[in-house]
């Protein structure tokens, strides 16, 4: 059949095509785009939301888990739309970048093994032995200390490999920040940032590194957030909380830590680092979004806030498959608040929700 009369028995035009081109090429244009960087911590709920809020939303999100220094250096540099980090900036650091900070969810470290014969949930640990370890004070798994918590569990005569995050990592902010609460020695000796002189260990990038790094040497420990030990079936230990009690790293034991934040102070930087309780898991966190007050593109933020609106919104569920713990709505509601307040393009606010 002659190419003309195909078009038409088909009911096409040429007409028809371009114009169905033109409406596909301006549907792409219309939807969203937004770049961020930073946090390995938070990664996997937003990837998560990224994937299911695609459609929802419009938007496509572009979000590359550099480590929290990283996305904190991208986003000062305005190279994208937004950063992410596990560590909170002061006030005086928000202000000199002209930032807004927000929570966008929270999380749980989690200390995890590789020793022969130790199950998942088995081993019990204390911030005091964990901050020796990582001293380089305590060499193997069978030394006295660690089996006086352990009866009955037979611990190996097997060489402590620590592994650490050899990048600027909010994860090590989270982590140093424990340690440094239970253990004075290590406050003074080593004290809390992004990037540590760890005394003892090898030091691998992101999550996912240190993840790897135990799961393939005998002997190792690391820490994580929680959602990588389950999604890599890494073993985890139990802790001793501020209470006394060993508690497991559970759901439940995550949100009896959260309920405590207090979300006050400046940038919403809650600590819930070493939180009271009888089931509380002793290294719970919030992770952080970074968003220039002064966009220069304003779409492109209001489209970071219409994608962590959806997130609030609908991700509830998505974020608790995963560990997360997500934010009660009262946060939720100051966050919009501060949105409209505070970001700002030619003196109007950028965001209409």
């Known amino acids: 059949m002659h190419r003309r009369n195909i078009l038409k028995a088909t009911g096409l035009t040429v007409a028809s095509l371009l114009a169905g081109t033109s409406l596909a090429t301006r549907a792409l244009a219309q939807a969203g785009q937004i770049t961020g960087a930073g946090a390995t911590f938070p990664n996997p709920v937003y990837q998560k939301w990224a994937e299911a809020g695609r459609a929802a939303s419009g938007i496509t999100v572009n979000y590359q888990s550099v480590g929290s220094g990283a996305g904190i250096n991208q986003i000062r540099n305005r190279t994208v739309d937004f950063g992410a980090s596990d560590a909170p900036l002061t006030e005086a650091q928000l202000t000199e970048a002209n930032l807004l900070q927000f929570p966008a969810v929270m999380g749980s470290l989690v200390a995890i093994v590789n020793i022969p014969g130790i199950e998942n949930e088995q081993l019990k640990l204390t911030g005091e032995l964990l901050a020796d370890i990582y001293l380089g004070k305590i060499a193997k798994w069978n030394d006295a200390r660690i089996v006086e918590q352990n009866q009955g569990l037979a611990l190996p005569n097997l060489a402590i490999a620590p592994a650490y995050r050899a990048d600027g990592s909010g994860t090590t902010f989270v982590w140093v920040s424990y340690l440094a609460a239970v253990s004075p020695e290590w406050k003074q000796k080593v004290g809390v940032g992004t990037s540590v002189r760890f ?21 190792a420990i690391g820490y994580v957030e929680n959602a990588y030990a389950i999604s890599n079936k890494l073993v985890t230990t139990q802790l001793r909380n501020k209470a006394g009690q060993f508690v497991k790293p559970t759901h439940d034991s995550f949100i009896a830590a959260a309920t405590n934040a207090d979300w006050t102070a400046p940038g919403m930087a809650a600590s819930l680092i070493d939180q009271n309780g009888a089931t509380s898991w002793p290294i719970v966190s919030p992770s952080f979004i970074l968003l220039p007050k002064n966009p220069t593109d304003a779409e492109r933020s209001r489209n970071v806030m219409k994608f962590f609106d959806w997130a609030f919104r609908n991700g509830e569920k998505l974020a608790q498959e995963l560990e997360y713990i997500p934010l009660p709505a009262t946060v939720q509601d100051a966050i919009r608040a501060a949105w ?14």
């Open 340 to 353: 409209k307040a505070e970001v700002k393009a030619n003196g109007q606010p950028v965001w209409n929700g």
């Open 199 to 219: 005394p003892a260990g090898t030091g691998a990038r992101g999550n996912e590194g240190v993840a790897g790094t135990v799961k393939n040497i005998r002997g």
